[in-house]
């Protein structure tokens, strides 16, 4: 018996690390419901682990700090295509204009990039350090209030496609607490 376990856990944890859409199942401590869209997340030592999930075959994005609508803001978004979760890490270039960070010579700076699309609701999930070494990363400050924009779109994976809901909110990662600005 106690061999059949051992066995058990360790096909487990090399399902993890192969497919880690499986490790997805994690308890967030704190969700935001916006429409038809819900953000949730979880801080744990140097990172914040995020859901994002939305009633779209479209991508769905969160951004991290924006200035002035889009500008500056540290903006991750993802899709499902074809079966496969793409994610890519962004930064508000203009008010209403992101681009790779890559391509801005900075990196992608998404973790553990996990994701699925069933009965027209698209879920991303990821992981990123709450401080980055990349300038087109914003660090994230888990005590205090903070800004962040979520959006989804309707129905294209393009990440160039425009958005069918949009709003900003402040919050507080440590406490959950959350007030919609726009």
């Known amino acids: 018996m106690m061999k059949m376990m051992k066995q058990f856990v360790l096909i487990a944890a090399a399902l993890s690390v192969l497919f880690p859409a499986y490790a997805g199942a994690m308890e967030y401590q704190h969700t935001l ?37 889009m500008r500056g803001a540290d903006i991750i978004i993802g899709a ?9 890490d962004h930064y508000g270039v203009r008010s209403r204009a992101h681009s790779q960070d890559e391509k801005l010579g900075g990196e992608n700076n998404v973790l553990n990039p996990a994701g699925e699309e069933v009965d ?4 991303i999930r990821f992981s990123r350090a709450l401080g980055s070494t990349d300038k087109w990363d914003n660090p994230i400050v888990p005590e205090g ?36 600005i726009k």
Do not use: C
């Open 80 to 88: 499902v295509k074809n079966g496969k979760v793409e994610i890519q």
């Open 120 to 123: 027209g609701v698209t879920t």
């Open 33 to 69: 419901e916006a429409k038809d869209m819900t953000v949730s997340w979880s801080i744990d030592k140097d990172q914040i682990h995020v859901r994002l999930t939305a009633k779209t075959t479209g991508w769905v994005s969160i951004g991290f700090d924006p200035e002035s609508a």
């Open 145 to 180: 209030t903070s800004r962040i924009m979520v959006a989804y779109g309707s129905g294209s994976d393009s990440f160039n496609s425009g958005h069918r809901y949009r709003g900003v909110y402040d919050i507080n990662y440590s406490t959950g607490e959350t007030k919609r």
